[in-house]
C-alpha cells in the first residue's frame, strides 16, 4: 500500500468522479455492484445482471435441451459431456449425502449446482464479467429455495411435530435442554438459511472485488498514471490479475459444489430419523 | 469528554483481520485434521474429503459475515 500511496502522491488530486478517468488512485468499492437501469419493462428497471441472470439460464435450458431431447443409450457428444454433469451430482451429492432416497432430489441438486455454476461463471466471461451471484438476491432466492425444500420434506417425513423434535439431539441430561433448544432453533431456522445464501454471495462479491482491484491498479499505473515508480505495481496487477481469474474459476466451481453439498446435507438432515 | 487515543483510517479493514483470526484457525484444523484422516485410512478418502469441505464451508461462513459487515455499515 505504501508503494501505492507513494506513487500516487506526487500526482496532482483529480477531480473526475468515474472510475476510470481519475486521477487519483481510487479502490474499487461498492459501486462496481450498482447498476444503472438498461431499459424498462413496466416498472421494473432491467439492469445488467438480470440480462445475464436470462441470458445464462436461456444458455443453461438450451444446452441441456440439446443433450437430452433425444438420449441415447450409449451417449455420444454432447450427451456425454451433459451425463458426467449429471452423474457428478447424483453420485458426488445426491446419493452420497442422502443415500439412496437421494435420487428424488437430483433435478433440483442439478438444477441448483449448475444455475449457481453459471452464474458465478459470468464473472471471468469477457463482456459479461460479473458474477451474477455477487447481488445478493439471487442467492439469497436459491437459499430460501433450499430451505423450504428441506422443512417441507422434514415435515412430510416425521410430521409437524416430529420434524421440530427432530432438530433437539436426545439423550442429553435433562438440566442442559433449556440451553440447548433455543440455540439448536436459532441455529438450524434462522442462521442456517442464511449463511447459505450469504457464503456464495460474499464469495463472489469479494472475488469479484478483487479482480477489479488488481485489472484498476494494472489500467492505473500502466496506462494512466505511468510513473517509473507505478510500473512495477502495474506489472504486479497485471499479473495478479491473471492469478486472481485462474484462482476465481476454482472458487466458483467450489461455490456451486458446497451450495449444492449444503442443500443435500440439510434435506439429508431432514429426512434422517433424528439429529 | 475529551479523547484519549483514537484510530483512524479503514476500521473496517481492521475489523475485518481481527474477524478473520477465528475462521482462520479453523479451516486449518478442517483441512489438517483431514489430512491426517485421509493418511491414516486412505481408502475413506470420499467420505473424509465431503465432511472436511462442509466443515470448511461452516467455519468459511464466518470469515465471510465477518467480509460483508463492513459494507453494510459503512467504514
Known sequence: MTAIALAAGALPAGTGTRMLVAEEFHAPGLGLFQWEPLFDIGPIGVTKPMVLAVFLSALLIIFFWVAFHRPQLVPRGVQNLAEIGYLFVRDDIARNIIGKRGDRYVPLLFSLFFFIWFFNLASVIPIAQFPVTSRFGYPAVLAAIVYVTWVGVGIRAHGLGGFFKAQIPSGLPKAIYPLVIPIEYASNMIVRPFTHAVRLFANMFAGHLLIALFAITAWHFIVEQPTVLGFGVGVVGVVMTAVMTAFELLIQALQAFIFTLLAASYIGGALEESH | ?75
Do not use: K
Open chain 2, 1 to 75: 469528554m475529551s479523547v484519549l487515543a483514537q484510530v483512524t483510517g479503514s476500521i473496517g479493514s481492521v475489523g475485518y483481520g481481527l474477524a478473520a483470526i477465528g475462521p482462520g484457525i479453523g479451516i486449518g484444523i478442517v483441512f489438517g485434521m483431514g489430512v491426517q484422516a485421509i493418511a491414516r485410512q486412505p481408502e475413506a478418502y470420499n467420505l473424509i474429503f465431503r465432511n472436511m469441505i462442509l466443515g470448511f464451508a461452516f467455519a468459511e461462513a464466518l470469515a465471510l459475515i465477518g467480509l460483508v459487515m463492513p459494507f453494510v455499515y459503512g467504514t
